[in-house]
């Protein structure tokens, strides 16, 4: 997430200090179009935040996968994408328990950003999984001091754009629909300021929903900053490059069709990157 969620609206440094983060995940959770990328489809869930720790911290990630039979005995590997990598690596391996549990030891020998996942590779008739992915953060203490505050990225909402709009340049599926070529958008003033302060709020606050905590909807967000008229909105989060998010909102019908919607005629892009939060990256377009 990467762990990648995405959903649309239309109109110590001392050894032996143990952090154990055990959670649960169930075979062949359905994700559903709209609200979740094709990583979480079909894949054992590793749910829960960030694992968070510093150099030398022993730190434990667990799974208990059911039904227990399918997994029994095989061998799971722990896998690590460190930010800015494209390919995962295995960094540490153990047996599955009789119960369908396993732990393995998260690096912490150097600092480093990424995600992990734990991978059961295919044995006899028996199929490989792949759970989904956590956001992991093993900081040098002295070095990185304390969180850094939430940012957010005009490179990366321009580049945002140029890809929308490329998209809409030609014509493609959004599920049964065929949409497009459509005339590009330009970018709105308020609707950018709305998107960028939903961002942030997202991954300061610890949710990811069209709806706030306090009930305020898409359009109420336009409304109060400044654009009237209701909205689309597509969110995203876990996904660490323009390119990844617009994917992410191409692969799904939903976020496709506000995309690509001719009825649309501006967008604002939000973009903000909240270190040790659940998922890091979010991203939000408004669409009016």
Request: hydrophobic letters at 40%; glycine letters at 12%.
């Amino acid at each position: 997430m990467v762990a990648w969620w995405t959903a649309s609206v239309r109109a110590s440094p001392v050894l032996g200090r143990a952090l154990v983060c055990l959670l649960s995940a169930v075979l062949a959770v359905a994700g559903s179009l709209g609200t979740a990328s094709a990583e979480s489809s079909g894949s054992p869930r590793w749910s829960g935040g960030a694992i968070q720790g510093e150099v030398g911290d022993a730190i434990a990630a667990g799974i208990r996968l059911q039904p227990a039979g399918h997994v029994r005995g095989r061998r799971a590997l722990l896998q690590l994408r460190e930010q800015g990598d494209e390919s995962w690596r295995t960094v540490a391996r153990a047996r599955v328990r009789r119960a369908g549990g396993v732990t393995l030891v998260v690096p912490t020998a150097t600092s480093y950003r990424g995600r992990l996942r734990i991978r059961i590779p295919a044995r006899g008739e028996k199929p490989a999984l792949i759970t989904t992915s956590r956001r992991v953060v093993i900081r040098d203490a002295e070095i990185e001091g304390q969180p850094q505050p939430p940012t957010n990225s005009s490179e990366f909402e321009a580049e945002v754009l140029a890809l929308v709009n490329q998209s809409r340049a030609g014509q493609r599926w959004c599920g049964d629909q065929l949409l497009g070529p459509s005339a590009p958008l330009a970018l709105n003033a308020a609707l950018a300021g709305a998107a960028r302060a939903y961002a942030v709020r997202m991954g300061t606050e610890g949710f990811f929903a069209h709806v706030a905590p306090d009930g305020s909807t898409p359009s109420d967000r336009a409304e109060a900053a400044g654009y009237p008229g209701g909205v689309g909105e597509n969110i995203g989060a876990g996904q660490e490059t323009p390119s990844q998010v617009v994917a992410a909102w191409l692969g799904s019908p939903g976020h496709c069709q506000n995309l690509m919607s001719p009825g649309y005629t501006v967008i604002g892009i939000g973009h903000a990157h909240v270190p040790d939060s659940e998922y890091g990256d979010y991203w939000v377009q408004m669409f009016g």
